[in-house]
Nanobody
Framework: VQLQASGGGSVQAGGSLRLSCAVT????????TGWFRQAPGKQREIVAV????????SYTDSAKGRFTISRDDAKNMVYLQMNSLKPEDTAVYYCAAQRDPTGRATPAQHYEYTYWGQGTQVTVSS
């Protein structure tokens, strides 16, 4: 199983970025997918998560109304659309996946995920 995150970059406050995560090796599996971020000196935190078949989503409070997580299972891709970016969004963003036979889980803790991408840097300047 491999996850490849991309789409990070440097933007000014108020700008937008779309992160992508390509998932390979889970084609015939049901899995939940999450986006996490880690800023320097801080712990890794959940940003958003989406279930496999129910389409349930969950967001951290700071992301609600600004970020949208989505998935395209035909392409084995997961996305994080980030709008109205703020300097405090600056971090390395990671995508993660966890097998979920129910198709409804939205795990929110990093230790609930088995598979991780390599991270992509997002820098928001004021």
């Amino acid at each position: 199983v491999q996850l490849q995150a991309s789409g990070g970059g440097s933007v000014q406050a108020g700008g937008s970025l779309r992160l992508s995560c390509a998932v390979t090796g889970l084609t015939y599996s049901s899995y939940a997918t999450g986006w996490f971020r880690q800023a320097p000196g801080k712990q890794r935190e959940i940003v958003a998560v989406i279930s496999y078949s129910s389409g349930d989503t969950s967001y951290t409070d700071s992301a609600k109304g600004r970020f949208t997580i989505s998935r395209d299972d035909a392409k084995n891709m997961v996305y994080l659309q980030m709008n109205s970016l703020k300097p405090e969004d600056t971090a390395v963003y990671y995508c993660a996946a966890q097998r979920d036979p129910t198709g409804r889980a939205t795990p929110a803790q990093h230790y609930e995920y088995t598979y991780w991408g390599q991270g992509t840097q997002v820098t928001v300047s004021s």
